[in-house]
């Protein structure tokens, strides 16, 4: 069964220090992975993907992760976060030949000044 | 900005009315999906359009009826909800109109509905 875990309910960092936003999955095929940030009293917005090529991605925002597939693995990262990348973030997987996008639970950003 | 809109932002409504939420995107994409998100929760997917015909129903009551009037738009009709149905609905829109397209979905700010 496809399943996407994010294993922190919550990431506390302070301004200017690095972060990171875990995500892991299992789906059967090669995976699309995607990740999204959601602000208070917003929708999602679309943050990077990965579907093939370099296991590095750089999205909006200065944000990055690396798709790891031994680990299963796509973790997001900042190199020095913000007070406004405060947001709930989730990571979602679908596999190449299934319509649903699987999502993970969520992870609550808090960025400390 | 986003460039999926939603209107209205909120809605209240009694079990008995009858409303519609709409959805309006520009981008020439050929998916549209509404959802169903509960605070705090990932989305739940209710519906898929691709090429503007119904390709996706996620099991959903029939008191919620989808439309897509033309490649753009997108409604949602209510009728004799349930104060469970409370939530955040939001619609996006992808590039390619294949379910199992590697597309990003972009979404609107959604209409956020209450249950009287």
């Known amino acids: 069964a496809q399943s996407v875990a994010q294993p922190e309910d919550q990431v506390n960092v302070a301004e200017g220090n690095p972060l990171t936003v875990k995500c892991t999955y299992s789906v059967s095929g090669n995976p699309y992975l995607f990740w999204y940030v959601q602000y208070p009293n917003r929708g999602l917005q679309f943050l990077l993907k990965y579907i093939t090529g370099d296991n590095l991605v750089k999205g909006s925002y200065g944000f990055e992760a690396e798709f790891n597939k031994s680990q299963t693995s796509f973790h997001l990262k900042k190199p020095s976060a913000l007070v406004s990348d405060s947001a709930l973030y989730f990571c979602?997987?679908?596999?190449?030949?299934?319509?649903?996008?699987?999502w993970g639970a969520g992870t609550k950003l808090i960025i400390k000044p | 900005d986003t460039e999926v809109t939603q209107t209205p932002k909120h809605l209240v409504m009694g079990m008995t009315n009858k409303k519609s939420l709409k959805c309006e995107q520009h981008m020439g994409h050929r998916a549209m999906y509404w959802y169903k998100q509960k605070a705090k929760k990932p989305p739940e997917l209710m519906f898929v359009y691709s090429y503007e015909k119904l390709s996706i129903n996620e099991s959903v009551p029939s008191r919620f009826s989808p439309e897509c009037p033309n490649s753009s738009l997108l409604n949602l009709h209510l009728h004799a909800l349930q104060p469970e149905d409370s939530a955040l609905y939001l619609c996006?829109?992808?590039?390619?109109?294949?379910?199992?397209?590697?597309?990003?979905?972009?979404f609107g700010d959604g209409t956020r509905l209450s249950i009287l």
């Open positions: 979602a997987v679908r596999d190449g030949s299934n319509y649903q996008l699987i």
């Open positions: 996006a829109s992808s590039q390619e109109g294949t379910v199992s397209s590697n597309q990003p979905q972009h």
